[in-house]
Structures are given as C-alpha cells and as structure tokens.
C-alpha cells in the first residue's frame, strides 16, 4: 500500500466488513483510471447499476461516493472506472491505490440504468461522455443486452483521443470473448468521438444526432419511439441536453417501476449542484 491512499482497513481490534481488496489497477491518462476488486459472495447486481465505494478518511470515517460497476453481473470481480480529482475528497486518494490494498464496497446496488427500465425495442443508443461510460462497460458486456435488442450504439464522447481508450479497447476486446463475441458480431455499433482533439469522428452527440450524421454514417434510420431506445449517462448539462434531443425524437423518459423509451443518470454530482 501507498503513503498516499489511505487504508481501509479498520482500526486494530474491528472489523470493516465491507472491505474488498484491489486485484488489479491501470492508469489511461492523468485524470482516468480503472481498477478491479474481489467481490462480495453475497453481492448480486443487474448491470448498469451503482453502488457506493469509498475509504477511510483520516479521522477513520468511512468516505465514500457513487460509482457504476464497470464489469458484467457474471463477472466474479468488480470492475470500476474512475475520474481522477486532484483535489476531490475521495480520488485524490483512490487514484492510489495498488494490489493488494482494500477499499470499502457498500454491497447496495441501484440505479435506474437498467434493462427493466425500458421497454422492448430494436435498437438500444448508450450515450456517454467521460466516464459515463462505465455503466455501459457493464451492459455491453451482459449477454442480456443483445437477447433484447437487434442493434446496440454505443455512442462516447470525450474532448480527447487518449480519453476513449478504455471503451474502444473494452470495445475490442468483445470480439473474442467467449461467452458473447458472437452474440456481438454484427450487432454493436461504436462510435466514438472527440471534440478537442481531431480524430476519425468528431463532434458532441447532441450534434451528431440532431444533425443526423451518425444515422448516415452507421446506416441506420432515424430514431423513433417504436424502435428505438435509449441510456443516457454525462454530466448534468449533457443529460438534459440529449433528453432534449431525445424527446425531439418522440421518446419518452422511463424508470424502474414505469419503463419507457429512455433513461438517464448523472455520471457525477456537478460543483454546485
Ligand atoms: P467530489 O467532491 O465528489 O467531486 C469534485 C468535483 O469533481 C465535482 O464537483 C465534479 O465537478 C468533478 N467530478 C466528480 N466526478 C467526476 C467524473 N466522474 N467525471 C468528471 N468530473 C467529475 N465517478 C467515476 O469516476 N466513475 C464512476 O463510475 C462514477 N459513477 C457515479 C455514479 C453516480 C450515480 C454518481 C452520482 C456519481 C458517480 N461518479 C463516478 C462520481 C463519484 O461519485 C465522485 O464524484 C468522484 O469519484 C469524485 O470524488 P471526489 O471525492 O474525489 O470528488
Ligand atoms: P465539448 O468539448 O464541446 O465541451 P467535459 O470534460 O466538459 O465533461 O466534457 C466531456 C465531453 O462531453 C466533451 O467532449 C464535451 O464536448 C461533451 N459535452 C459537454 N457538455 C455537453 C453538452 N451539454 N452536450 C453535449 N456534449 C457535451
């Protein structure tokens, strides 16, 4: 364990019981990385959803915040994919972690990016920005996506290059998975795109979809309420900008205990809000 992350462990004579330990790490860029952790026996979760993970602060509190699980329901670890803010309470201090460390998992998951929450469709549209991606990491890799859906677009959108490396290698990496690389081939369409920094496909999915690009450039028509669906996770000014978009299509906002054509989370609690 590093000086700098702080143990979860608790204090000599108690048990933390929600401690989990770190099995892997990997750094992307300066400000994103991802990392795995043993998961709870008892923990049961439906892809797309959050649980709260956190450390120990130096008073020895628990401090902990939202994260979407990164990694598919079968999956016997969890996976989680992080911002780094250098002076944020909690990641100026995860970013730290090593293998081997622990981090404290509430095993509570929620949230309403979930298959429940939609109803049957064609087509299913995962719009991210940042690391709004990570509930999708999840549902892109659950076999029950593509039993529901003939197509899923997975549309992510970062102001760099180097920022949509973790879903395009996930991405990728489908391909040869053995419990769903064929239920994939064919059936997921990515499309990444940068807004700083030229690349092969540019612009804000807000404008991609507005202006119709990426229906042409996939091939596909534009969306309707009868075929298409959509999970929506970004910052706060992102969501209500695409709900917008959405709702120009006809789509209308779901929720676990009343499914519709759309659903949207926060990828984070903004300054201020
Ligand atoms: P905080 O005090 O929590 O945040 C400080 C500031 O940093 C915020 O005001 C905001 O401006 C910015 N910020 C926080 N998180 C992000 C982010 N992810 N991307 C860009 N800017 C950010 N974070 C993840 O990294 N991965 C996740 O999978 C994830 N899932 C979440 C799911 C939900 C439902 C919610 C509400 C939040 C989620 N977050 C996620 C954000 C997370 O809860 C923390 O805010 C983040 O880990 C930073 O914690 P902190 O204590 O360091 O800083
Ligand atoms: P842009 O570079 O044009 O602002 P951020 O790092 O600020 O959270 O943004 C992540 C990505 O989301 C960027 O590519 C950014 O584009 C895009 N983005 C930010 N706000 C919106 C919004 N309201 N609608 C659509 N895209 C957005």
């Not at 995962?126 to 996506?145: H, K, N, Q, V, W």
Request: net charge negative.
């Amino acid at each position: 364990m590093t000086d700098s992350a702080a143990p979860a462990a608790a204090p000599a004579g108690k048990t933390l019981p929600d401690a989990q330990t770190v099995t892997s790490v990997r750094h992307w860029t300066d400000r994103l990385f991802s990392f795995r952790v043993t998961r709870p026996q008892s923990l049961r979760f439906r892809s797309g959803e959050f649980v709260m993970i956190g450390l120990l602060d130096e008073r020895g509190k628990p401090l902990l915040r939202a994260y979407s699980i990164a990694s598919p329901s079968w999956d016997e670890e969890l996976e989680f994919y992080s911002i780094k803010v250098p002076d944020g309470p909690l990641t100026s201090r995860l970013q730290h972690i090593e293998p081997g460390d622990q981090i404290i998992l509430r095993p509570k998951p929620v949230g309403t990016l979930v298959h429940d929450a939609l109803l049957p469709g064609k087509r299913v549209w995962f719009l991210a920005t940042g690391t709004g991606i990570a509930p999708f990491a999840s549902l892109m890799r659950d076999p029950e996506t593509y039993e529901k859906f003939d197509q899923v677009v997975m549309m992510h959108t970062c102001r760099e290059k180097a920022e949509l490396e973790y879903g395009r290698q996930l991405v990728e990496s489908l391909a040869e998975d053995p419990l769903i690389g064929e239920m994939v081939a064919g059936k997921l369409l990515y499309y990444p795109t940068t807004t700083r920094e030229p690349s092969d496909r540019m612009g804000r999915i807000t404008d991609n979809l507005t202006s119709g690009k990426v229906f042409a450039d996939l091939g596909i028509p534009p969306m309707d309420r009868d075929h298409d669906r959509a999970m929506v996770c970004g910052s706060l000014a992102f969501n209500i900008d695409v709900k917008a978009v959405l709702e120009g299509f006809g789509l209308r906002e779901g929720a676990n205990s009343e499914p519709q054509e759309y659903v949207v989370e926060k990828a984070f609690v903004g300054d201020g809000i």
